[in-house]
T-cell receptor
Framework: AQSVTQPDIHITVSEGASLELRCNYSYGATPYLFWYVQSPGQGLQLLLKYFSGDTLVQGIKGFEAEFKRSQSSFNLRKPSVHWSDAAEYFCAVDSGGYQKVTFGTGTKLQVIP | DAGVTQSPTHLIKTRGQQVTLRCSPKSGHDTVSWYQQALGQGPQFIFQYYEEEERQRGNFPDRFSGHQFPNYSSELNVNALLLGDSALYLC??????????????FGPGTRLTVL
């Protein structure tokens, strides 16, 4: 069965600093991978996705993620964090495109001035 | 172009009651999935509807049922509510064909509180 691990429950960064959120997945083949962001009390917004091809994918709001098959990872990065990036971030995996998506437990990002 | 919409926004029920949540997919989408997100957790897949039939199901009891209508909108029904059913219920839609298949777009959710 597929699974997703987000090892960091809570991360605090200073505004303007760089950010990396970790995500590890468990699945035999190449999965479909996603990062979503959720503001308090809101639904999920898709930041970016990886299906195949270039392992470095660009998303909205200046985010990018890199798929590393050897490490079963799909870490999310941003070079300079803005206060508006404070939210909860979810990594998700879909095995083979059947849309039965498994989410990680999320990483809550706090941005301090 | 409207995104995924859900109704109602909030709902309060008591144990043992039944509830129906509604979802309208994004324009051009024909597949609807439902997720339950308990407080402090990631969303968990309940089931998915395509062509008015349940295509996949997660690890949820039969108290959770659904329906998809010819216009692709969907309902989630939960019978015999338990306190543990309190959660944010998210609807996601996707297109089986086209330029962006297999990518789910989420609605704002319905917050269900069971007392």
């Amino acid at each position: 069965a597929q699974s997703v691990t987000q090892p960091d429950i809570h991360i605090t960064v200073s505004e303007g600093a760089s950010l990396e959120l970790r995500c590890n997945y468990s699945y035999g083949a190449t999965p479909y991978l996603f990062w979503y962001v959720q503001s308090p009390g809101q639904g999920l917004q898709l930041l970016l996705k990886y299906f195949s091809g270039d392992t470095l994918v660009q998303g909205i709001k200046g985010f990018e993620a890199e798929f590393k098959r050897s490490q079963s990872s799909f870490n999310l990065r941003k070079p300079s964090v803005h206060w508006s990036d404070a939210a909860e971030y979810f990594c998700a995996v879909d095995s083979g495109g059947y849309q039965k998506v498994t989410f990680g437990t999320g990483t809550k990002l706090q941005v301090i001035p | 172009d409207a995104g995924v919409t859900q109704s109602p926004t909030h709902l309060i029920k008591t144990r043992g009651q039944q509830v129906t949540l509604r979802c309208s997919p994004k324009s051009g989408h024909d597949t609807v999935s439902w997720y339950q997100q308990a407080l402090g957790q990631g969303p968990q897949f309940i089931f998915q509807y395509y062509e008015e039939e349940e295509r996949q199901r997660g690890n949820f009891p039969d108290r959770f049922s659904g329906h998809q209508f010819p216009n692709y909108s969907s309902e989630l029904n939960v019978n015999a509510l338990l306190l543990g059913d309190s959660a944010l219920y998210l609807c996601a839609s996707s297109a089986s064909l086209g330029t962006d298949p297999d990518t789910q777009y989420f609605g704002p959710g319905t917050r269900l509180t069971v007392l």
